[in-house]
C-alpha cells in the first residue's frame, strides 16, 4: 500500500505535458491588413509583446490566463480579440496547473480590421 501511494504520488507531481510540451508556445498572428500593428497582453493587463506584419509570431507562457490582443492601422477601426486557452489532454498532473502546461493556446490566429 506504502509503495502504490508513493508511486501515485510521484506521478502526480511529475506532470507529463510540461515535460513533452513545454510551459511556452509560440502563436502565429495572420493580419489584414498588412500596416496593422497589435498590443499582446496576458492575464491582468500585463504586456507580453507587439505583433506586426513583420513580426508575427509571438513565444508565451502557456495559462489558464486569457490573452487580449489590440489592433489597429490607419485607415480601419480598431479591433480588441480575446484568445482563450483549453486545457491539453485530459489527466490533471499538479506540475502541469503549477508550469501552465496543462494549458494550450491555438497556434494561428486570423484577425481582420474592418474598414
Known amino acids: 500500500m ?7 504520488i510521484l506521478l502526480m507531481v511529475t506532470g507529463c505535458a510540461t515535460i513533452t510540451r513545454g510551459v511556452s508556445q509560440p502563436i502565429v ?3 489584414d ?14 504586456e ?3 505583433i506586426s506584419q513583420g513580426q508575427n509570431t509571438l ?5 489558464k490566463d486569457d490573452i ?7 485607415g480601419f477601426a480598431p479591433k480588441t480579440l480575446r484568445v482563450v486557452s ?13 508550469t501552465g502546461a496543462y494549458w494550450e493556446y491555438p497556434g494561428v490566429i486570423n484577425i481582420t480590421l474592418e474598414k
Open 2 to 8: 506504502k509503495n502504490t501511494l508513493t508511486i501515485l
Open 29 to 31: 498572428f495572420r493580419l
Open 33 to 46: 491588413p498588412k500596416e496593422a500593428t497589435c498590443s499582446v497582453v496576458q492575464g491582468a493587463y500585463r
Open 48 to 50: 507580453i509583446g507587439t
Open 59 to 63: 513565444k508565451v507562457g502557456k495559462s
Open 68 to 74: 487580449l490582443v489590440r489592433c489597429e492601422a490607419p
Open 86 to 98: 483549453v486545457p491539453y489532454g485530459g489527466i490533471l498532473w499538479l506540475t502541469d496547473l503549477a
